[in-house]
């Protein structure tokens, strides 16, 4: 996996990523080939899983917040898995027809995916969303900590976040508050630590497929 910013003036892809596969019995190489379009899939397939164990059956109302090439994985992914979708909300850098929160008021189902410098993170607020909305991360927002306080918490892997909170040593301002870091799995983290929630509050994806926690609540 390569990444390098200064790709897109040149119009080819941020990211460079390269997929061997190896004969199991003689280690073999069989394939060395772009993986660009297999990295997006893998990461859309996780708001697809999102849409099938937490979303509600009856979701009508999709936000796709990006329009890149995540966005598009995540969208053909959510669709698979929400069947009765009648409508699409875009909202993305280069669509300017709709507010935040014009794009988020009134969905079932909001997927977020943009790409956006650090400390410029979208922020939501609870006003804008629907009761029963399931809202899908997977780059970056922001969202007051009280209000987040009430939301069902699900990460799809906790140990992750938990080391990015240890190792963020640029946490706090010159007042001493925290930083957003638009990351919600690290921001949850955060929330432990401050004795805001309990890490009994946070649900994890896999126990929900391995049917230790419930699903759709």
């Known amino acids: 996996y390569g990444s390098n910013g200064n790709n897109r ?5 941020r990211s460079n990523l390269m997929f061997a596969l190896n004969d199991v019995e003689t280690g073999a190489p069989l394939a060395y080939m772009s993986a660009n379009l297999l990295s997006s899939m ?22 796709m917040l990006g329009a890149g090439p995540i966005a598009k994985a995540c969208f ?6 929400a069947k009765k979708i009648d409508t699409v909300k875009i909202k993305a850098g280069s669509l300017k027809s709709k507010t935040l929160e014009e794009a988020v008021r009134g969905s ?12 410029q993170y979208p922020t939501y607020k609870k006003e804008w969303l629907k009761p029963g909305v399931t809202l899908i991360a997977t780059s970056f927002f922001n969202m007051d900590k009280k209000e987040l306080v009430g939301i ?7 140990k992750m976040y ?3 909170g240890i190792e963020d040593e640029e946490g706090y301002d010159e007042n001493g508050m925290r930083k957003a870091t638009g990351c919600m799995g690290e921001e ?5 630590e401050d004795g805001l929630i309990t890490r009994d509050s946070i649900d994890h994806l896999g126990e929900i497929i391995r049917g230790k926690k419930p699903g759709r609540k």
């Open 188 to 192: 949850f983290y955060y929330m432990v």
């Open 162 to 164: 938990e080391e990015y």
């Open 76 to 81: 053909r992914a959510i669709m698979t898995n």
């Open 9 to 13: 003036p040149m119009g080819i892809p």
């Open 152 to 158: 069902r918490k699900v990460v799809d892997n906790w």
């Open 42 to 63: 893998r990461t859309g397939a996780m708001p697809g899983l999102a849409t099938k164990l937490l979303a509600r059956e009856d979701s009508k109302v999709l936000t």
């Open 108 to 119: 079932d189902i909001i997927s977020e995916s943009v790409s956006v410098k650090p400390g």
